[in-house]
């Protein structure tokens, strides 16, 4: 069964940095690009970044790029979002996601974690 | 960037109605397109990919279609379970976007 488990989020001030982190389990992680998405509360989602299963190919949406940084280390079956420069309009849940394939591109979500709280305020 | 949109933005039916979501992509997607539904407080559950293909235990109720620009979800027969709300998702290129949401509750 595949799990994905959320963690490192939290309170933190506008303007300083977070690390999230997802533990996966239930299925071969290299072989499976991986991606993040959140979701403000009582809002709508919003892809923020992807990564494919060897690590060469990633994106980001726009409201991220040069801010967030993901990463992966298949050996620890681990994938990152590194969050600099987090801003109120980050606060959201952060869900980390299983892609359909090794490829980031081309991918729709289906296997979802439960999902971490990041709230940006001063 | 893709822009998608949805019609309605919520809606009220009875228990056995069918019921029709609208999603439509700013420019032509071929059917790289997604349905979610996300029940209050619970992580978004695929329901279609390809634009029509059903997922692995969504019942059949449940179908897509459309390809380019214009989707659709049909509900064929509301139940109360399906009280939830709706996305859909271009994954035709990244960035991947999404559609606003539907709300569907029980009249």
């Known amino acids: 069964e595949v799990q994905l488990v959320e963690s490192g989020g939290g309170l933190v001030q506008p303007g300083r940095s977070l690390r999230l982190s997802c533990a996966a389990s239930?299925?071969?992680?290299?072989?499976?690009?991986m991606h993040w998405v959140r979701q403000a509360p009582g809002r709508g989602l919003e892809w923020v970044s992807g990564i494919s299963g060897n690590g060469g190919s990633l994106g980001y949406a726009d409201s991220v790029k040069g801010r967030f940084t993901i990463s992966r280390d298949n050996a620890k079956n681990s994938l990152y979002l590194q969050m600099n420069s987090l801003r109120a309009e980050d606060t959201a849940f952060y869900y980390c996601?299983?892609?359909?394939?090794?490829?980031?591109?081309?991918?729709?979500?289906?296997?979802w974690g439960q999902g971490i709280l990041v709230t940006v305020s001063s | 960037d893709i822009q998608m949109t949805q019609s309605p933005s919520s809606l009220s039916a009875s228990v056995g109605d069918r019921v029709t979501i609208t999603c439509r992509a700013s420019?032509?997607?071929?059917?790289?397109l997604a349905w979610y539904q996300q029940k209050p407080g619970k992580v978004p559950k695929l329901l279609i990919y390809?634009?029509?293909t059903l997922q692995s235990g969504v019942p059949s109720r449940f179908s897509g279609s459309g390809s380019g620009t214009e989707f659709t979800l049909t509900l064929g027969s509301l139940q109360p379970e399906d009280v939830a709300t709706y996305f859909c998702q271009n994954y035709n290129s990244a960035p991947y976007t999404f559609g606003p949401g539907t709300k569907v509750d029980i009249k």
């Open positions: 390809e634009a029509s």
């Open positions: 996601i299983k892609g359909p394939w090794s490829g980031y591109f081309l991918s729709y979500f289906y296997s």
């Open positions: 420019q032509g997607i071929s059917n790289y």
């Open positions: 239930g299925f071969i992680f290299d072989d499976y690009a």
